[in-house]
């Protein structure tokens, strides 16, 4: 049902965890299956991110599309990390069954979210 | 690594004394029963011999039992079959049916049908007095089942029948996960159809039966020969129904002694994931509970994840959590128990059976304790919570 690499993400999720004195913090829930996500990051003076980390509660492919988002976004710039799409995140990950594509959705409005956060202070 | 099967609520293994009593029929008795030559004598022979049995075992008469393919057209030939039977436009059913039951039900609404969905309190339990109070002129049967496949909570069947008796509504049960896990007998219960299903007793998939009691007759939703009396045509899964009997004779005969064996496994692991776990909630009801069933919800974490660990480890289990419906949405049966989202997404069922050991029950708490640590660490509603 999953690729290794789902699985792997899943089982060795990178970057996980809370972050003390991050810039910004991003968190959505999903109305159509519950799942959460919130993610915190990291961003110098040129609005680069240097850090990034995550919280899922959800299912393996939300817990490894949180993961591989992290991935995606460390070291680019906020412009270049809006420009990551669900597509970006369910093809680094192998692919998605159908009724687990809202959950690489997730993974990018997080990052919205909290780009949004980041942006208005 | 340690392999540990806590799902025989979705199916069991086949036993070799079923599997061997089978084998005959494939390749030496292999004739067909409506044959009038020896060859369909034989098969003949042996398809009564095995209905008498069954029938033996659940208190019916040989001549009201029905084979199948299984639990769910056995549900749905009850259904559709009295819907076809008796002028009425009424039926009611249960908020927390198996789907071979509740998809039954949904359709003949878009027929036209009214259907009424009975609640349950937070343990899963219909109330009997709400029955009476459904029936309605119009209606034409009450179908509730007799153990539920998700959380294990026995209903009480035995009060509705003698309401369902005294306004002379059919009333039928799905009985599929509870033969061969508790006693049944359609006497005692006073039902007027009951669904087995042999592949959750150690028998094969794709054989089940309705008893249908003498005086009740649903009407046939297939058309064609006329086996089992012309109610459900199509020539007989011999080998099928050969194995059902045994499995059925087998279950019977050990019934007492696994019934305490495994409601000890059942209260062990209950106990052991509440002593080593903190904020875990047991799905269910204490005691109107089959004997193999543990239903527990792991607050903070989602089930599918649990699943997937848990596999990791050697252990197969499942859950009632949205993501793993395919349909995004979590249980109805959890749901309609008053569950919160959270909880029925954090739901883990875990279903014993004949082969489970104290050992598996020791292995599984211990793993899951460290999984769920693991998940909860990884959890931003844990964590907001400890902040
Ligand atoms: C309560 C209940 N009813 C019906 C069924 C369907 O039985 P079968 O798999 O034989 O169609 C099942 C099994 O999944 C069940 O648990």
């Known amino acids: 049902m999953y690729t290794e690499k789902v699985m792997d993400h899943f089982q060795n999720p990178r970057n996980v965890g809370e972050m003390k004195n991050a810039d910004a913090v991003g968190e959505v829930g999903s109305i159509a299956c519950g799942d959460i996500m919130r993610i915190y990051l990291k961003v110098d003076e040129n609005d680069i991110i240097t850090d990034v980390s995550f919280k899922t509660f959800g299912c393996a492919a939300a817990v490894a599309s949180s993961s591989v988002m992290t991935e995606l976004v460390k070291g680019k710039s906020i412009d270049e990390a809006m420009r990551i799409t669900k597509k970006d995140i369910s093809d680094t990950l192998g692919g998605l069954p159908a009724p687990k594509v809202h959950c690489s959705i997730l993974a990018t409005e997080a990052l919205e979210e909290a780009i949004k956060n980041y942006q208005a202070k | 690594m340690r392999k540990v099967y806590l799902d025989h609520s979705a199916t069991t293994p086949v036993r070799k004394e079923v599997l061997e009593s ?51 057209e056995a549900d749905n030939l009850a259904i559709f079959g009295t819907v076809e039977a008796k002028k009425g436009m009424h039926i009611i059913t ?12 949904q359709y003949l609404e878009k027929q036209g049908y009214e259907v009424t969905y009975l609640p349950v309190n937070e343990y899963g339990q219909v109330n009997p007095e709400d029955v ?107 080998a099928g129904i050969m194995g059902m009997a045994k499995a059925l004779e087998l279950a019977i005969a050990d019934l007492d002694q696994n019934m305490k064996r495994i409601t000890g496994l059942r209260d062990r692991l209950i106990q052991g994931i509440r002593e080593n776990i903190p904020e ?13 069933n543990v239903n527990m919800s792991f607050l903070y974490i989602e089930g599918e994840s649990l699943i997937l660990s848990l596999d990791m480890v050697g252990v197969a289990v499942s859950s009632g959590s949205a ?41 599984v708490v211990s793993e899951l304790t460290q999984i769920v640590e693991k998940l909860r660490a990884m959890s931003p509603l844990y964590n907001s919570k400890n902040l």
């Open chain 2, 132 to 238: 009476r109070k459904a029936l309605r002129p119009d209606t034409v049967l009450v179908t509730i089942m007799y153990a539920n496949n998700e959380v294990g909570t026995i209903q009480p069947i035995k009060e509705i029948a003698s309401i369902t008796r005294e306004a002379g509504v059919w009333f039928h049960t799905d009985a599929v996960q509870a033969v061969g896990s508790i006693p049944v007998d359609v006497k005692d219960l006073g039902v007027d159809m009951l669904t087995l299903s042999a592949h959750k007793f150690y028998g094969p998939k794709g054989i089940g039966a309705l008893y249908v009691r003498k005086g009740v007759r649903p009407k046939p939703i297939t058309h064609g020969g006329g086996q089992e009396r012309k109610i459900r045509p199509g020539t007989e899964n011999v």
């Open chain 2, 94 to 105: 249960s908020s927390v049916e198996h789907h071979g039951v509740l998809d039954a039900c």
């Open chain 2, 323 to 363: 993501c793993t419906s395919g349909s995004l949405e979590p249980s109805h049966v959890l749901m309609n128990m008053g569950m919160d989202h959270q909880q029925a997404h954090g739901s883990l069922r875990m279903t014993l059976g004949v082969s489970t050991t104290a050992e598996d029950i020791d292995y």
């Open chain 2, 22 to 72: 089978m084998l005959p029929y494939f390749t030496e008795a292999w004739g067909n029963p409506s044959s009038i030559h020896q060859w369909g004598r034989t098969s003949r022979k042996a398809v009564e011999q095995a209905r008498e049995e069954i029938a033996q075992y659940i208190g019916a008469e040989p001549r009201e039992i029905f084979f199948t393919s299984g639990g769910t």
């Open chain 2, 280 to 292: 875990v909630v047991l799905n269910g009801h204490a005691t109107a509970r089959l004997p193999g």
